[in-house]
């Protein structure tokens, strides 16, 4: 029994010091100053909206939401190394998507549904900082914290006339940004999966005087990002 149970520790021995001592896919990676790469995504647009409170004496709005929609947004990476575990990343891009703002209007005594379309396109210039844990093998956890500047290419656009009436967005808004994510060392290159949360700081409602964005007192926008980063 005793010989067995030597033989046993022996190769579990040689296992952990396999195990421990495996080749690592592109070991220097991390010690170059600068990276670039791209990014593709998904990303889910919102909105929170305070109520104005005023939709008794508005003629017809009786409630206002928001329904967030799926979208896609894509961009390039520069990554600068500040040390072991912190980098500045710098990833301008293009987010692309839809919120539904559905009103609820009261019309010839029945309450009815009315859904308004806000398409954006947003040209974003995010700056974060990326702490990064130390590398297990081929694998890095990391976190990101930093701000944003975004505008819209959508929001002034002509509107037509089959989508009247339909409020506008301003077009400038800065936002704060927090998120996670994992690097993945791959034999040529790295890929990362990053799950980001986008906070506006303004007020994107424009007003126009009609019931529609008097309904609302304050409206900032906000969006989940997942993306996938390759370097």
């Known amino acids: 029994m005793k010989k067995y149970v030597s033989i046993l520790f022996i190769c579990l021995g040689f ?11 592109i070991p220097r990676f991390d010690n170059d100053k600068l990276h670039f790469g791209f990014t593709l995504g998904l990303n889910r647009m919102d909105f929170t909206i305070n109520n104005s409170g005023d939709f008794f004496t508005l003629d017809s709005v009786y409630a206002v939401e928001n329904q967030s929609m799926m979208g896609f947004n894509l961009g390039i990476i520069s990554d600068l190394r500040l040390n072991q575990h912190w980098t500045l990343r710098f990833l301008p891009g293009l ?8 009103y609820l209007v009261v019309k010839d005594d ?4 009315k ?13 974060v900082f990326k702490y990064r844990a130390q590398r297990i093998n081929d694998y890095r956890p990391y976190l990101l914290a930093g701000g944003s500047y975004k505008f819209d290419l959508a929001a002034q656009k002509e509107i ?3 989508e009247k009436p339909k409020i ?6 800065f936002y704060y940004e927090i998120g996670f994510g994992i690097d993945y060392y ?4 790295k890929l990362s999966t990053e799950l980001k949360f986008s906070v506006g700081i303004l007020n994107m409602i424009k007003p126009d005087n009609t019931q529609f964005t008097g309904a609302i007192e304050k409206m900032n926008s906000k969006m989940i ?3 996938f980063h390759f370097e």
């Open 15 to 25: 296992y952990a010091n396999g195990q421990f001592t495996r080749p690592i896919n």
């Open 95 to 102: 987010i692309f998507g839809q919120r539904n703002m559905e």
């Open 110 to 113: 029945k309450l009815i549904t």
């Open 115 to 127: 859904i308004m379309k806000i398409e954006s396109t947003f040209l974003d210039f995010p700056l």
């Open 160 to 162: 037509k006339e089959e």
């Open 168 to 173: 506008r967005l301003k077009r400038s808004d």
């Open 186 to 189: 791959l034999p040529y290159f």
């Open 225 to 227: 990002i997942l993306s």
